[in-house]
């Protein structure tokens, strides 16, 4: 792979600002000794008592009858938990919540009733001395089920399709500006075409796992959480206690995809056991269970309708979105929401509906919307360039809006195009040729795709305390996650350019719900949250320094003029006087200093009320198709990023090319079948979901554009976590087609639809 970023960071100099600078990760070393603790690596001694979940056989139902003498007689055995003798809990509640925020804190009871609402639920627990000992007495485990029908399928009950209150975030569930309809029967280029995109399932490095130690009556829970504040608060709801009995501990993570917002299963029976045993539990979902217990983005059947002038200009953009849901909580993915943001028509309409399954729960899953909605629509766009014959940069280029076409406010800043030019030169675009099947290499059919990616930028109530103490050591506290993308170092970048000091005197402490409360890492908002908290907390010390060294009479700078007033070198420096911070804190303040900052959500925000705020990129890919086996060999993907302020080029290449990776598989190769007959995941392991692997990833290069959007935050960077994956996918599979000729509507591309076409492209 290849790294490429922007001007402003290849030409960096030692004398440049610390933030922008590609730093080595504060962290990677203790990951790589094995020194850093994940979730089921704390310890808590000896005492520790392991737990192993049995899940439902069925689908849908009710427990007839639970045998669970064997178990209990077991070896090593020291509890097994039914709903006969679990703990009384809160009732689940309604499918749809009053609120967004109560989706991440609502009571997740378990083990509550002797209902099964889906495959793998968990129906009984059994605690040992050892993790062996749980596994094998749940074997002995006999359970008898009163099987009801359940329903899976989606494509075929889309006429009992509802409209939900809301979608994810709590964006409207439909939208429309104009006349569509009208618009679209008139337009003299039309594109109607239906896409499906299928279950997938988030498969972080880290399994769920949690240790739960109570100590009286507060809980110490040690988990991997990409978001304390709302784990205390679901843990609290669930066991109907305060949030402040309630600890959670996250200091590293194993990547989380949007499968650790809330707690799961092992996080609430953990804390269960260990109060009723009182001792150390620790439970972790085994790989094949978090496919039915930790989440999955939904499958979903999409029509794009696109109407356009014969010069390319798009008079009507409409996207409709069919998708599965779970019966008993609702979740609709907000698939097409970023459409009323993309490109520029006067007619428009985007709608969202649902159809309810007998599954768990659909969550968050990288990308939410962006991926699925625009692996369908950034293909449909390049459907319709073809048949107006235009090129497809030049397509998007001619419906360049120039303000958000639906909100009606300016763009904090908006890069699309000139991603789009800056791609097209790297990537050599114009040796394109236009019509499919047009370059070959012996046996392989070559093509060229591109596709334009967008994510809104947000920012979440955060707030982070600094100190500064009398040897010059600098510690910022946060309850903020590192689910792996970078946190650490990007806020010690920070406080360490703010203070002025060298990166060697800070030190960061993430992950303790102990910590001022943060967004946590999730919807790419943290860095941009966290750090603009971390900002100006570390305004609020400085200001604070300076008012001590103005006041006290042992200072340097006592009465000074503050005109020339400089924190640089680890150094106060006022006109020609200066002193390192260290000296001057054991002078006027042998305690230290301590100071806090804070940042409002988007809604209270100047800056998200009056523009529309997005980060943008362009995704180009090049292909190999084997025309005698239809195999599809990734060989190039480039994509260039607008996404404000670049904290850190090395993390940030890193995010990228993570996203850029999860488009290849969903273009290729994720996918995970049910099974319509027992509504269970048949492939629910990494041998049988496909994911991509280092041999699948082929030469990736990721450039960076500078921008700086002061609309945005303190930090004027943007959200790029989740941008990567945005239309990564459908320049593969415009790239596919552009070699083959073959117009793929059902993802992934897998080798079953390929070969009965390649005959009939007549290459």
């Not at 707030?463 to 806020?491: E, S, W």
């Not at 966290?530 to 604070?544: F, I």
């Not at 190039?636 to 404000?644: D, E, K």
């Not at 004027?716 to 945005?726: Q, R, W």
Request: some cysteine; overall charge negative.
């Amino acid at each position: 792979m290849t790294e490429t970023t922007t001007n402003a960071t290849e030409r960096s100099s030692p004398n440049s600002s610390v933030i922008g600078r590609p730093s080595d990760r504060i962290d990677g070393a203790l990951k790589v000794m094995g020194r850093a603790t994940y979730a089921y690596e704390h310890a808590a001694g000896e005492a520790t008592a392991y737990g192993y979940i049995l899940g439902a056989a069925i689908a849908k139902g009710r427990i007839v009858e639970i045998d669970t003498t064997d178990a209990e007689q077991a070896p090593g055995v020291l509890h097994v938990m039914t709903h006969r003798n679990a703990p009384p809990l809160p009732v689940f509640g309604p499918p749809v919540t009053p609120t967004v925020p109560e989706v991440f804190t609502r009571a997740r009871p378990m083990l509550a009733t002797d209902r099964v609402r889906y495959y793998d639920e968990p129906v009984a627990l059994v605690v040992a001395e050892t993790f062996e000992a749980a596994r094998a007495a749940v074997g002995l485990i006999r359970v008898h089920y009163e099987r009801e029908a359940g329903i899976f399928d989606l494509k075929e009950r889309l006429t009992e399709a509802y409209t939900p209150r809301r979608t994810n975030a709590g964006f409207e569930t439909d939208s429309a500006v104009g006349d569509f309809e009208g618009a679209f029967a008139a337009a003299s280029v039309k594109i109607d075409a239906t896409y499906r995109t299928p279950f997938e399932h988030h498969n972080p490095m880290e399994p769920h796992a949690t240790l739960a130690i109570w100590s009286g009556d507060e809980v110490t829970i040690y988990t991997a959480a990409q978001t304390l504040a709302n784990f205390r608060a679901g843990i609290a709801n669930t066991l109907n206690i305060s949030p402040e009995r309630v600890r959670i501990v996250s200091p590293y993570i194993g990547g989380g995809f949007g499968s650790k917002l809330i707690i799961h299963a092992d996080t609430v029976l953990a804390a269960l056991a260990a109060r009723i045993l009182e001792r150390p539990v620790k439970i972790a979902l085994t790989r094949q269970q978090m496919f039915a217990n930790a989440g999955h983005r939904a499958e979903m059947i999409q029509q794009v309708r696109l109407g356009a002038n014969p010069d390319g200009r798009l008079a009507a953009i409409g996207h409709d979105v069919y998708s599965a849901t779970s019966r008993f909580e609702e979740y609709c993915e907000q698939t097409a929401v970023f459409a009323r943001s993309l490109y520029a028509a006067p007619n428009r309409l985007t709608r969202h509906r649902l159809v309810s399954v007998d599954l768990n729960r659909g969550e968050w899953m990288r990308s939410p919307g962006e991926a699925p909605g625009m692996l369908a629509f950034e293909c449909a766009v390049d459907e319709l360039a073809e048949r107006l014959g235009l090129d497809p940069i030049e397509l998007r280029i001619r419906n360049e809006p120039v303000e958000d076409p639906e909100r009606r406010v300016p763009f904090s800043t908006r890069n699309l195009v000139a991603c789009m030019k800056e791609g097209a030169h790297r990537f050599g675009w114009g040796h394109r040729k236009p019509a499919p099947g047009s370059t070959r290499e012996g046996r392989n059919l070559i093509g060229y795709g591109m596709a334009a990616a967008i994510r809104p930028n947000f920012i979440g109530a955060s707030r982070a305390q600094v100190t500064l103490d009398a040897n010059g050591q600098v510690t910022a506290r946060l309850d903020m996650t590192d689910i792996g993308t970078g946190t650490y170092t990007i806020l010690t970048q920070i406080a360490a350019e703010s203070l002025g000091v060298p990166m060697s005197s800070i030190k960061v402490e993430l992950g303790d719900s102990r910590f001022p409360r943060t967004a946590g890492s999730g919807g790419s908002w943290g860095a941009a949250s966290a750090g603009s908290a971390l900002y100006h907390a570390c305004t609020a010390l400085k200001e604070h320094i300076l008012e001590t060294a103005l006041t006290n009479e042992s200072s340097p700078f006592y009465r000074a003029n503050t005109d020339d007033t400089r924190f640089a070198g680890g150094e106060l420096r006022i006109g020609g006087r200066s002193e390192r911070l260290a000296d001057l804190v054991r002078r006027i303040a042998p305690l230290g200093f301590e100071a806090e900052g804070s940042v409002g959500p988007a809604s209270e925000t100047d800056g998200y009320k009056a523009y529309s705020q997005h980060s943008y990129g362009a995704h180009f890919a090049e292909v190999a198709v084997d025309c005698d086996t239809g195999e599809i060999r990734m060989r190039r993907l480039l994509s260039v990023i607008g996404a404000g302020r670049i904290l850190n080029p090395k993390t940030a290449r890193s995010q990228i090319i993570g996203g850029m990776t999860w488009g290849i598989g969903a273009a290729l190769m994720e996918k995970t079948v049910l099974d319509p007959r027992h509504g269970h995941f048949v492939n629910h392991d990494l041998a049988e979901y496909h994911v991509a692997v280092n041999a699948d990833v082929p030469d990736m290069e990721v450039i960076f554009l500078e921008e700086h959007d002061d609309k945005a935050n303190p930090l004027g960077s943007k959200g790029l976590g989740e941008l990567g994956v945005c239309g990564a996918g459908a320049a593969v599979a415009n790239a596919v087609y552009n070699a083959t000729g073959f117009r793929v509507r059902e993802f992934p591309i897998t080798l079953d639809q390929m070969l009965p076409i390649l005959p009939l492209t007549g290459i």
